[in-house]
């Protein structure tokens, strides 16, 4: 199996090579982040700042050596930094925050799809995985607030499956997943998870698991599903 990791300096995505090493005999990896340290967790290791012309050069590279993946994943995405939090109100609603959310949760995976074609066999039963939220489905936003985040993700999801409808034309067995992972102790997740209880934040480790596992399914809702760490379908 060759599995191409984007996103790949997460702690939940360290956590999944470490999984996919455990669980599959020799895996070929391709890893993409930030972080150049990441080399020694893959075959080749590829740094980006996931611009347009990262993405293309790298991208590009891959296809003219030849690689043709079984899994692709995605794994990058941001919620805040020191400068931006969530917006509880549309009063707080902050435009540079969205900006940085688009460019983070669906911009810098969009820029990706455009070569995916290029790095998949035609008639493989290739995987497509997306991290995605629950925060972003339409009927499941009972409570409102958190506008930037929410929007990037909707944005994300639709982007997702259109291109996954489009890539089903010329990749019929392909299957495109957006994965839910739940509340994970990272990072993202810290400032807020004093209100989620103890059985509902997960360690990475567990989350790679059930990743692994549901990447091992054969997926009914072709060719795109938005599912999440239970493998229980989301509502778009």
Not at 6 to 34: C, D, M, N, W, Y
Not at 42 to 68: C, M
């Amino acid at each position: 199996m060759k599995y191409l990791i984007i996103g790949a300096s997460s702690i939940i995505a360290q956590a999944f090579i470490k999984e996919l090493k455990a669980q599959t005999l020799a895996p070929e990896i391709v890893t993409v982040s930030r972080q150049k340290y990441l080399a020694q967790s893959s075959s080749e290791h590829f740094p980006t700042d996931y611009s347009i012309e990262s993405t293309a050069l790298i991208a590009k590279t891959l296809a003219d050596i030849g690689h043709k993946f079984d899994q692709i994943v995605f794994f990058n995405g941001q919620l805040h930094n020191g400068t931006y939090t969530p917006e509880k109100r549309i009063s707080r609603f902050d435009e540079s925050y969205f900006q940085w959310l688009l460019q983070c949760n669906v911009l810098s995976q969009v820029r990706w799809f455009q070569y995916l074609p290029l790095l998949i066999e035609r008639r493989s039963f290739a995987k497509i995985t997306v991290f995605s939220a629950r925060i972003g489905s339409l009927e499941d936003n009972h409570s409102g607030g958190w506008y930037s985040y929410r929007m990037s993700k909707a944005a994300l999801n639709m982007a997702t499956k259109s291109f996954a409808i489009e890539l089903s034309r010329t990749h019929p067995n392909t299957q495109t997943i957006l994965f839910h992972p739940g509340t994970t102790d990272t990072p993202l997740s810290k400032p807020f998870q004093h209100n989620v209880s103890s059985d509902k934040l997960f360690e990475p480790e567990f989350v790679a698991k059930q990743l692994y596992q549901l990447q091992q399914k054969e997926m009914l809702d072709k060719p795109v599903c938005f599912v999440d760490w239970q493998h229980q379908t989301i509502k778009w």
